[in-house]
């Protein structure tokens, strides 16, 4: 971030908003009305990003935009394939994971059930 009077803005709206005097989403909007009309912000190639790292830090998840959430998770989809993939190319399948405690709990809930109705022998 190459602008001083923004990065100052940014602090102070940042003690605001820590202080619960500001809504996060007003300081994001704030930033970006800013980073929209100044020179050096304009010419500033990295802005974006940064002011996408500080959404992330002050907004809750449910506030930030639906489709901002649905291209975060993609590209996490994306970077959990590219991590499955073998060094030859060929994709890896994660080991199903099996609980035999939750069988063995289901189990014991069945022969529960059945010791508690009746015996109709009787």
Not at 11 to 26: D, Q
Not at 27 to 34: L, N, Q, T
Not at 89 to 117: F, L, N
């Amino acid at each position: 971030m190459q602008c001083e009077r923004l990065i100052k803005q940014i602090k102070g709206w940042y003690t605001h908003v820590s202080n619960e005097t500001m809504a996060p989403a007003r300081m994001v909007s704030f930033i970006k009305k800013h980073a929209a009309e100044c020179e050096i912000c304009l010419d500033d190639p990295d802005l974006q990003e940064e002011i996408e790292k500080i959404t992330e830090l002050v907004l809750p998840e449910s506030k930030i935009p639906k489709a901002v959430r649905m291209r975060q998770e993609q590209e996490e989809l994306e970077k959990r394939a590219a991590e499955n993939e073998d060094p030859e190319g060929d994709k890896v399948e994660p080991a199903a994971e099996t609980d035999e405690s939750d069988e063995a709990d289901e189990a014991d809930e069945a022969d529960e059930e059945d010791s508690s109705k009746p015996d109709p022998a009787n």
